[in-house]
């Protein structure tokens, strides 16, 4: 089983929609969690970190379930511009510093 | 504040030729870390420094692929020889270090072995 675990899609919706990714990790002992943003042929960039209380960015949200070991990110009124690869990122702080595990991504593509 | 810096951009090699690339983090940045991203896949770390020790190289090809961090800032890793499956995009990230700090990525490198 990988460590971290993403639907491939691709997820394909019309601008306007809503869209929501899940992440499962297998690993309990995973402190801290991230959502970064990856476009075609670009580096991944931070999009949102995950609190266990939720929270919101606009028309992002994310959330958290430690009992249930998944991450999920809802994106609300999708446009062109959100299309692009989503990768789950959990995190172990241990020995004194962090050791950050990429899902291999969800892609999204928006069309008109 | 300036971000992270790779370079070259794009190298074309031939199989069994050397290579190396480079990474300056962002100032101040302890950690270092180097992925390889195949197409398709997510980053896999290759090798973790802090400061200039190496904390994790544990899915490092330590037999063709070599990395080092002079003085606690600038990084190059090298793959020498290059086989075919080497042909990815090799991102460097840096961040402070602290707890749960996020990491920031450089452009990466693509590299494709002929």
Same mark, same amino acid.
């Given at each position: 089983?990988?460590?971290?675990?993403?639907?491939?899609?691709?997820?394909?919706?019309?601008? #306007?929609?809503?869209?929501?990714?899940?992440?499962?990790?297998? !690993?309990? $002992? %995973? *402190?801290?969690?991230?959502?970064?943003?990856? &476009?075609?042929?670009?580096?991944?960039?931070?999009?949102?970190?995950?609190?266990?209380? #939720?929270?919101?960015?606009?028309?992002?949200?994310?959330?958290? !379930?430690? $009992? %249930? *070991?998944?991450?999920?990110?809802?994106?609300? &009124?999708?446009?062109?511009?959100?299309?692009?690869?989503?990768?789950?990122?959990?995190?172990?702080?241990?020995?004194?510093?962090?050791?950050?595990?990429?899902?291999?991504?969800?892609?999204?593509?928006?069309?008109? | 504040?300036?971000?992270?810096?790779?370079?070259?951009?794009?190298?074309?090699?031939?199989?069994?030729?050397?290579?190396?690339?480079?990474?300056?983090?962002?100032?101040?940045?302890?950690?270092?870390?180097?992925?390889?991203?195949?197409?398709?896949?997510?980053?896999?770390?290759?090798?973790?420094?802090?400061?200039?020790?190496?904390?994790?190289?544990?899915?490092?090809?330590?037999?063709?692929?070599?990395?080092?961090?002079?003085?606690?800032?600038?990084?190059?890793?090298?793959?020498?020889?290059?086989?075919?499956?080497?042909?990815?995009?090799?991102?460097?990230?840096?961040?402070?270090?602290?707890?749960?700090?996020?990491?920031?990525?450089?452009?990466?490198?693509?590299?494709?072995?002929?």
């Amino acid at each position: 089983r990988k460590e971290v675990e993403q639907d491939p899609g691709p997820f394909n919706v019309p601008e #306007g929609a809503t869209v929501a990714f899940n992440c499962t990790y297998s !690993n309990s $002992a %995973s *402190q801290s969690f991230f959502w970064y943003r990856q &476009d075609c042929r670009k580096e991944p960039k931070l999009l949102m970190s995950v609190y266990s209380s #939720g929270n919101e960015d606009g028309r992002f949200t994310a959330q958290l !379930n430690r $009992a %249930s *070991q998944y991450i999920s990110l809802l994106i609300r &009124d999708s446009k062109l511009s959100d299309s692009a690869t989503y990768l789950c990122v959990v995190n172990m702080f241990s020995g004194g510093y962090n050791k950050l595990i990429f899902g291999a991504g969800t892609r999204l593509a928006v069309h008109p | 504040e300036a971000g992270v810096a790779q370079s070259p951009r794009y190298k074309i090699i031939e199989k069994r030729q050397s290579v190396a690339f480079w990474c300056n983090p962002i100032s101040g940045h302890a950690t270092l870390y180097w992925y390889q991203q195949i197409l398709g896949q997510g980053p896999k770390l290759l090798i973790q420094f802090q400061n200039n020790g190496v904390v994790d190289d544990s899915q490092l090809p330590k037999d063709r692929f070599s990395a080092e961090r002079l003085k606690g800032v600038d990084s190059t890793l090298k793959i020498q020889p290059a086989k075919l499956e080497d042909s990815a995009v090799y991102l460097c990230a840096s961040s402070p270090g602290g707890w749960g700090e996020p990491q920031h990525f450089g452009d990466g490198t693509r590299l494709s072995i002929l």
